[in-house]
């Protein structure tokens, strides 16, 4: 079946440390996105990619980097940077349609990150 | 300023009741998505509407774009425990990447459905 794999699904992170969230996705999606959701504040973009070896920061970049090295593939390093990285890290995809705003974003079911 | 607000932010109903969940939008709306999200896992696509009073059904949920494209409503017929969880409504905003394909989300509703 189609989907978007994310891993773990439960991340520790000690002070200091970078740490790297994975986002896989076999929909064949040109466009995937990265999202940290927080209780009682919605959803929040990190950082954003419509294509292979392009990114783009969203509105909470700071603190995080990615990569898309592969059309598959769009993991998310929270590095050390990042003072309060405990939230839910959420992934999403979204095929390429005739307009920007025909396609829904597909997620997948998400990754909590804690502090030790 | 919230650019999109969702109301109420929490409801409890019956089993059996219906219900109304609405989104609203400063600005105009180019696109307007409804999500379902389980605590603790992923959000599921329910529907989207694009054009000025367009209404689609899917099962036992309704959702419609007001004719001036500015609020949507998300109408749950004969509530069911299954129907509990978090709802989102997602727009692409001018400003916000919208041009881009990107979505601005309500901080969600909450749904709790009492057997």
């Known amino acids: 079946d189609g989907g978007i794999t994310q891993s773990p699904k439960y991340l520790f992170r000690k002070e200091g440390q970078n740490v790297t969230l994975s986002c896989e996705q076999n929909l064949n999606h040109d466009a995937m996105y990265w999202y940290r959701q927080d209780p009682g504040q919605g959803l929040r973009l990190i950082y954003y990619s419509q294509i292979v070896n392009d990114f783009q920061k969203g509105d909470i970049a700071e603190g995080y980097s990615v990569s898309r090295e592969k059309k598959e593939s769009f993991p998310l390093t929270v590095t050390s940077a990042q003072k309060n990285p405990t939230a839910f890290y959420l992934c999403?995809?979204?095929?390429?349609?005739?307009?920007?705003?025909?396609?829904?974003?597909?997620f997948g079911d998400g990754t909590r990150l804690s502090i030790l | 300023s919230q650019e999109l607000e969702q109301s109420p932010q929490s409801l409890i109903v019956q089993e059996g009741k219906n219900l109304t969940i609405n989104c609203t939008s400063s600005k105009t709306l180019y696109g307007l998505y409804w999500y379902k999200q389980k605590y603790g896992e992923g959000l599921i696509f329910l529907m989207m509407?694009?054009?000025?009073?367009e209404e689609k059904s899917h099962e036992k949920i309704t959702a419609k774009l007001d004719e001036k494209k500015q609020q949507s409503s998300l109408h749950i017929t004969a509530s069911q425990p299954s129907h509990a969880g978090i709802y989102l409504c997602g727009a692409p905003l001018p400003g916000y990447g919208g041009s881009q394909g990107n979505l601005i989300f309500g901080k969600g509703t909450k749904l709790s459905v009492k057997p």
């Open positions: 999403a995809s979204k095929a390429k349609g005739e307009g920007q705003f025909n396609q829904p974003q597909h």
């Open positions: 509407l694009q054009k000025g009073g």
